[in-house]
Each structure stands twice: as structure tokens, then as C-alpha cells.
């Protein structure tokens, strides 16, 4: 229980610490327009208040990351929440601040964008191309993940298939319409029944003593399990997620001042991270160790966990208010993933979004696709997912590391996250069964290889980038806020 409750409070502490630190290494500008004024299209672009936008970003970047991530990392025992703490105050956090702020900027862009602004041209085809795939990724497994929930909640009398249709008729309407008309006015109500579902299940554990394993040197994982790479992909949302900079985007749109960004992004992954400790101490702690935890998974997946823990802490009526608190957290982030997936391939062709025919044209062929992606294992969706996920954090983070170097400012904030996750991600396509299958070892010295050809050539691409005196941002000094 110390080391649970430890976690927590080492989380807001880093918020109020470490968050404060990188906004001011960052350099807030309170008097520069935002693009929510600037760029005001009445659809994508329109300033919304910071508690609005704070719950709406939580809820974007809140999937069943940090729920089913930290149940199958629960496996590999307490040094999960090492990861959590660590993971989330020195590079989720970061990436997500330093994402959103670079993006509020450049106009709102999106990844790709700002790939091809700071990290060279032909990064910007790459990543527009990976990013597209990771949205279709997360969409699916955010369609599959809460109709699977709700098919167990209702004790399977509504056919599976007519789940699935409900919630694809919920994301081409939130997808095509204006932020403000479902996104900005349900997401309050939503984000509410999440913090309240967390919090029973947080506190249930706490008033009821459950025997959640102390972090020692002897108990930090079980014997012969390897926790590098794996476990630094299987905990992804709550600790680091490259999904995230596809979501912020989509708030700095909408945030109507720079000052507001610390608490948007940077302390929505904070309550995320709270939100992965609690469920990876739950999975730890009553399913008795991890082979109760492991045969549960074998079972029913992590949605099974999710449903069985929250009838243990919170009874019949409070479980199944807690699960439809989780049911909420994927609907509410694949929405998103694929609004993003829009916007995305409408700024890379430049194709205006503010006829509703023109949204359509883009967004129907990813409906379509997704789909298709719904008839393909669960479990192999996830670990594709996890790959692309944790890469595209990387881009982030390097994107942002150029940001601070050419500023010349203090770029390591971004730059050691992203190494060591550059690590990780390569050893782990290198060795993984959806990779090159090669031996652990090998791809240990394959990974740190690419690792250090990549970081020079990051280093060599800063110094040009410095010298030539790339622009930071857009120049908005003849727009005035509304």
C-alpha cells in the first residue's frame, strides 16, 4: 500500500515540480494569440474554456491505455509503478506538454506538420503515413475494447455486431461535426463519471486493505521475467504515449492561452498516470499474484479484469457504474483518433474542412478500413499498436528536442525520454514475433546501433537546424484575441 499511495503523491508533486520546471524551460507567452482565434473556423479552430478543454483532453489521450496497459503490466509486478511515476512525470508528461505547446505555435498542426518542419521534409511524409496507421489502430481497438464490455455488462443479449454498428454511427457524428456540438458538451459529463469510477476503485482498495505488493529489491518483478522492452511498451497510455500527440493538436485549437497549457497537458498525463496506478494495483492485488492475474487474462482479457475488480470494490450497482466509466474512456478516445486521422490528411492535402461533403470524403474510407480491422485478433491489434504507439512518441519527443535546441534552451528535458524509448522500440521490433524474430542479445546490439546512428544524426541535423535559424513559430503579431 506505501508503494501505491507513494506513487500518487510523487505524481502531484511532480506536476506542481517538474511540470513547472519544463513550462518555464518551454517559455510561455501569455500575450500571443493562440490559434483558436487566429485560425477560427468554427469547426476544429474556436477558443473553449480550460476546464472544458482540460476534461476533453483527458478524456482524447484517456483509451483503455491506462487501464488494460497497467493490467497486463501488472504482471510483471511492483516495478510497474516505477514506470507510471518515472514514465509520466519525465516523458509522458513531457511529450504531451511540449506537443501541444509546440503545436499551439504552428497553427494547430498536427504531428506530421511539425515532423517536417523541424526534423527535415521527407520526415513529414513518413510520419503523415505513421501517424494515419496508429489512429486506425487505436480506433479499432478503441471500437473492439468497449463493445466487448458492454456485450459482457448486458449479459450478451444485444448482438455484438449491433454494438459495434451503435458505436460507428457514435464516431462518424462526433468525427464530422463541429468540436463544440458532441465533444465539447458531453465530454464534461463523461470526464466526471471517469474521475468518480477511478476514484471508487481507488478507494475501495485503499478501505479495504488490499494486499497491494510493496516495491523491494527482492519483489520488484517476478524471477525470469525480462521487463526490457516489454514492459515499457505493454504500459503505454499512463506512463509515455505517442497516441497523445495526435491528440493534442486537436486541443490547441481550442486553447485560448498559452499560460492554460500546463494544466492541459501536462497535468491531464498526470491524472492519467493516477488513473493507470490505480488499475495496475488492482490487477496486483485481488486476483492472487500474478498467476490468479494471468489465468484471468487467459480468459477473458483485460476487460474481464476490469469487470471483475470493479464488482469486488464497489459491488453490483457502483462496479457497473465504475465499468461504464471505462467503457467511456475508449469511445471517448477513438472518437478523437479518428477526428485526428481527418484533420491530419486534410492539412497534408490542404483540403478545407468546413463543408460537411468535404469532411465526408475523408473520413467514410477510414470508417470503412476500420472496420475491416475489427475481423482481426484482438491480441495482435494491441501489439501492433503498442510498437507504432511507443515510436510515434519517439518522433514526438525528437521533434520537441529540436524545438528546445534551436531555441537553445534545455533539450535534454525531451531528448533522454526519447533516446531510451528509441532504445526500447527497436529492441523490441528487432526480437518480437511481429518483427525480425531475432534473438533477445542480438537485439540489444542491433537496437543500440540504430540508436546511436540515429542520435548523431539528430545532433548533426540540430546544429543546421540552429545554424540556418529554422522559425520557431508562425508569426501572429497582426492578429489580435478576440
Known sequence: MFTFLGGIILLIVGYFTYGKFVEKVFGVKEARTTPAYVNQDGVDYLPMGISKNSLIQLLNIAGVGPIFGPIMGALYGPVAFIWIVVGCIFAGAVHDYLTGMISIRNRGAHLPELAGKFLGKAMKHVVNGFAVLLLLLVGTVFVTSPAGLLHGLMNGWMAMGLILAAIFIYYILATLLPIDKIIGRFYPIFGALLIISAVGVGGGLVVTGADIPELTLENMHPAGAAIF????????CGALSGFHAT?????????????????????????????????????????????????????????AVVSEASKLMLGAIGGTLAILGVIILPITSGDTAFRSARMIIADYFNFSQK????????????????????????????????????????????????????????????????????????????????????????????????????????FKAARSAR?????LEDDVSSFKAA
Open 229 to 236: 522492452p516489454l514492459l515499457f511498451l505493454t504500459i503505454s
Open 247 to 303: 491528440q493534442s493538436p486537436i486541443i490547441s485549437r481550442t486553447t485560448q492561452n498559452e499560460k492554460q497549457g500546463r494544466k492541459i497537458f501536462y497535468g491531464m498525463m498526470i491524472l492519467e498516470g493516477i488513473i493507470a496506478m490505480i488499475w495496475a494495483a488492482a490487477a496486483m492485488s485481488l486476483f492472487n499474484g500474478p498467476v490468479g492475474l494471468n489465468e484471468l487474462l487467459a480468459s477473458g482479457g483485460p476487460a
Open 355 to 458: 463543408k460537411i461533403a468535404n469532411r465526408l470524403i475523408i473520413a467514410l474510407p477510414l470508417f470503412v478500413i476500420s472496420f475491416g480491422l475489427t475481423k482481426i485478433d484482438f491480441t495482435l491489434l494491441w501489439r501492433y499498436f503498442s510498437w507504432a504507439n511507443q515510436s510515434t512518441a519517439v518522433i514526438a519527443l525528437f521533434v520537441g528536442a529540436m524545438f528546445l535546441y534551436v531555441a537553445k534552451k534545455n533539450y535534454w528535458i525531451a531528448l533522454v525520454p526519447g533516446v531510451f524509448m528509441l532504445m526500447a522500440t527497436t529492441t523490441y521490433i528487432l526480437n518480437a514475433p511481429i518483427g525480425f524474430r531475432l534473438p533477445l542479445n542480438v537485439s540489444y546490439i542491433g537496437a543500440a546501433i540504430v540508436t546511436i546512428l540515429l542520435t548523431a544524426l539528430f
Open 467 to 471: 545554424a540556418n535559424q529554422i522559425p
